[in-house]
């Protein structure tokens, strides 16, 4: 699998999961959110660090809201959940 394809995959699997209501979000996102460093790194290894770096600022834009959760939890809060 080249890295082209692997990161269009994760983009359609992404807007894919953003289509689905929020309750059926979670296992997909978790997912998504788990495959993203992965690829980030591949990109920074075959790409450019800078590269690697632009795809982590739109990771952190797309996912600021779980990103957000998981530190809050992290931190022991109990932070609400969307119904």
Same mark, same amino acid.
């Given at each position: @699998? $080249?890295?082209?394809? +692997? !990161?269009? $995959? /994760?983009?359609? =699997?992404?807007? +894919? !999961?953003? @289509?689905?209501? @929020?309750?059926?979000?979670?296992?997909?996102?978790?997912?998504?959110?788990? =495959? +993203?460093?992965?690829?980030?790194? /591949?990109?920074g290894f075959q790409v450019h660090p800078l590269a690697a770096v +632009? =795809?982590?600022? =739109?990771?952190?834009?797309?996912?600021?809201?779980?990103?957000?959760?998981?530190?809050?939890?992290?931190?022991?809060?109990?932070?609400?959940?969307?119904?």
């Amino acid at each position: @699998m $080249t890295l082209l394809f +692997a !990161c269009i $995959t /994760w983009v359609f =699997a992404s807007v +894919a !999961c953003a @289509m689905l209501p @929020m309750r059926r979000q979670y296992i997909p996102g978790v997912i998504l959110l788990i =495959a +993203a460093p992965v690829l980030i790194v /591949w990109i920074g290894f075959q790409v450019h660090p800078l590269a690697a770096v +632009a =795809a982590l600022a =739109a990771f952190v834009s797309m996912f600021r809201n779980p990103l957000r959760y998981l530190l809050a939890r992290l931190r022991g809060e109990e932070p609400e959940l969307p119904k």
